[in-house]
T-cell receptor, first 108, second 113 residues
């Protein structure tokens, strides 16, 4: 199955700062999603983005399928953005494979 | 509310016991997936059901089993529990087969003491 690598593993930001999280895939994917896991453990679907660019408020994501990577941009970060960000992808008929996540801490 | 319902939200049980976790997928979704997240770990795929049939199996222990019922809800049965089984167990659903956006439930936090 595919391998998913996320970077950086940990990130500490001052409130108001911007950040970019990266996700690399070992093979081409036909499904790519970004999730946010809040401190209470809830897994929230941010983007379904197998290719192209999407924006939702202060968050945006870009997937370059031909180069097997995806980026998640967080602008004007807030303390409520803290948590773990996961990307996950699948290739063919395999179930969704998750990366190990980026743990984000936003400090007021 | 994602539309995927998991019960119970929390479960504390002793080693050697057996528990059942329940998942109701979003209305109209035929596929159900179970994932396990141990402490500070990523999500590991356990098993998938599609319209009542097992479709894919991941790193699921022999002590664990699952099924999907005619009304499409699914149950994950964990038996002979060990301390290492303590984890968050998530259920997700998709409309059909693979692909498309996975929608996750809020999870069941299992603590084995």
């Amino acid at each position: 199955g595919i391998q998913v690598e996320q970077s950086p593993p940990d990130l500490i930001l001052q409130e108001g700062a911007n950040s970019t999280l990266r996700c690399n895939f070992s093979d081409s994917v036909n499904n790519l999603q970004w999730f946010h896991q809040n401190p209470w453990g809830q897994l929230i679907n941010l983007f379904y983005i197998p290719s192209g660019t999407k924006q939702n408020g202060r968050l945006s994501a870009t997937t370059v399928a031909t180069e097997r990577y995806s980026l998640l941009y967080i602008s004007s970060s807030q303390t409520t953005d803290s948590g773990v960000y996961f990307c996950a992808g699948l290739s063919g008929n395999t179930p969704l494979v998750f990366g190990k996540g980026t743990r984000l801490s936003v400090i007021a | 509310d994602s539309g995927v319902t998991q019960t119970p939200k929390h479960l504390i049980t002793a080693t050697g016991q057996r528990v059942t976790l329940r998942c109701s997928p979003r209305s109209g979704d035929l596929s159900v997936y179970w994932y396990q997240q141990s402490l500070d770990q990523g999500l590991q795929f356990l098993i998938q059901y599609y319209n009542g049939e097992e479709r894919a199996k991941g790193n699921i222990l022999e002590r664990f089993s699952a099924q999907q019922f005619p009304d499409l809800h699914s149950e994950l049965n964990l038996s002979s529990l060990e301390l290492g089984d303590s984890a968050l167990y998530f259920c997700a659903s998709t409309p059909f087969g693979q692909g498309k956006s996975y929608t996750f439930g809020s999870g069941t936090r299992l603590t084995v003491v």
